[in-house]
Structure formats: C-alpha cells, structure tokens
C-alpha cells in the first residue's frame, strides 16, 4: 500500500507565508507527476500547481508568482511555499502523485493525500 501524508497546513494572516509538505511512504518504486489540489469552502477541487520527474511546472494563474513546488526524490516528498497569501487561498489542500509500485506495474496510479487545511485570515 501506498500513503500520502500531509504537513503544514493552519491559520495565517493575509500577506503571510505557510509551507506544505507531503510524503509518500510503503511500496513506492517511482513517482512520476506530484502535485496540489486545493478545495475552497462550497467550490469545487481545483489544481494548484504540479511537477513531473523531470520538466516544466505548472501553475494555475490565480498563484503564480507566489507559490512555488518542489520535491525532494530521495524523500519521495513534494513540497507547496505559499507566500503573499490571501483570503481566497483558504481551502482544504491536497496533494498527488502517480506512483508506480513495482517496476513489473504496467503503468502509473494517481495517490490522493488526506488534506490539510489552511486558513487565511484578513
């Protein structure tokens, strides 16, 4: 089995800073696309930002220019800087990724973590 675990979410002030991270652990051979997803109160999940093994990053305009994703491969870790937050950044944030299990798997899985919540305060 595989677990996402995630850290680092909680209550800020706009303006302020919070970092995110998320862990995979149990059988994971390798990861290739990990990611974040974020919730708002009554609104649908929407993608935050994302980043493969290797290549280019994505981000959703709304936190562009003040999020930025990174991992660390030999943690199997994602990470989310949130910088220059502001109230509408509040939501429930998740993150993914798409893990191979073994090397004989045939192709990649997607793995939710179980959420972490972050509250930006005016």
């Known amino acids: 089995q595989v677990q996402l675990v995630e850290s680092g979410g909680g209550l800020v002030q706009a303006g302020g800073s919070l970092r995110l991270s998320c862990a995979a652990s149990?059988?994971?051979?390798?990861?290739?696309?990990m990611g974040w997803y974020r919730q708002p109160p009554g609104k649908q999940r929407e993608l935050v930002a994302t980043?493969?093994?290797?290549?280019?990053?994505y981000y959703a305009d709304s936190v562009k220019g003040r999020f930025t994703i990174s991992r660390d491969n030999a943690k199997n870790t994602v990470y989310l800087q949130m910088s220059s937050l502001k109230p509408e950044d509040t939501a429930v944030y998740y993150c993914?990724?798409?893990?191979?299990?073994?090397?004989?798997?045939?192709?990649?899985?997607?793995?939710w973590g179980q959420g972490t919540q972050v509250t930006v305060s005016s």
């Open positions: 149990g059988s994971v051979f390798s990861i290739n696309v």
């Open positions: 980043i493969p093994s290797g290549g280019t990053t």
């Open positions: 993914t990724a798409d893990i191979k299990m073994s090397r004989f798997a045939a192709t990649y899985y997607t793995r």
